[in-house]
């Protein structure tokens, strides 16, 4: 098995969308993690269904994977980022219809996963408000999940209402369990606000996962960086996607690094490249042992 290496359109925002998907294939990626999103496809423009249709065959055109991502900024409300969120006060339901829709989008592209997140919990909300109002949108997101056949993967986001892996797990719990519910894992984020290194994260985690993100970060800090300028062993992490037989994308998340996108996305590739090699050797260096 070899792992498959994506990147996020959120690092290409300066690009159109045909000319990311050139250069991210001449440079040898096997696929994207597509944010919902101007400029590149946004689910509110009208004639979603013939722009999307036109993305999935420029996708097939150079034979690159996709994820779905739903982490777009202002596409919702122009003035506060990511709002609403799934327990905003108000407005939940447009929320809920943005997933829905990149629930929608991911069947027409034969998506792999459709990533998100739970959003930031208003002051003076308590958690079990914010318990309710995040498994109400869940479940709705879910029910249209399951009637089209694609998989959901929850994300947990340092400074939102769950912000960690066990906060997903208990979100499973109040949900049943769901099989349509999968986990994403940000392997910066394990360094950023997890107790336990990305490594051990993704093996805790591995039976659920349903997409990856890959960055660096540093303790504490939720800045994503290039590999190599914060704390994550990624040829530790890489071989634990091996270990537990990680089939998706292993995607690339800079959302801020779109100035120089190129040069970025060939630093990124072999970097993963590298560090996959090594990940290998020291496998097989334990079987052989």
Known sequence: MSLRFGYGTNGFAGHRFDDAVAVLA???YDGVALTL???HLDPFAPDLAARTDAVRRRLESRGLAVVVETGARYVMNPWHKHEPTLVSDTDRARRVDYLRR?????E????EAVSFWSGTLPEGTSPQQGWDRLTSGVAELLDE???RDVRCAFEPEPGMFVDTLAGVTELRRRLGDPSRLAVTVDIGHCVCNEPAPPQDCVRQVGHLLGNVQADDMRPGVHE?????DGEVDLAATLGALLDVDHQGLVSVELPRHSHAAPAVAARSLQALRTAATTAEQARATEVAG
């Open 37 to 39: 999103d101007q400029p």
């Open 26 to 28: 001449d440079l040898g």
């Open 145 to 147: 999940a399951e009637r």
């Open 108 to 111: 027409e592209l034969g998506a």
């Open 102 to 106: 990149a629930v929608r989008v991911a």
């Open 224 to 228: 994503h960086l290039e590999f190599g």
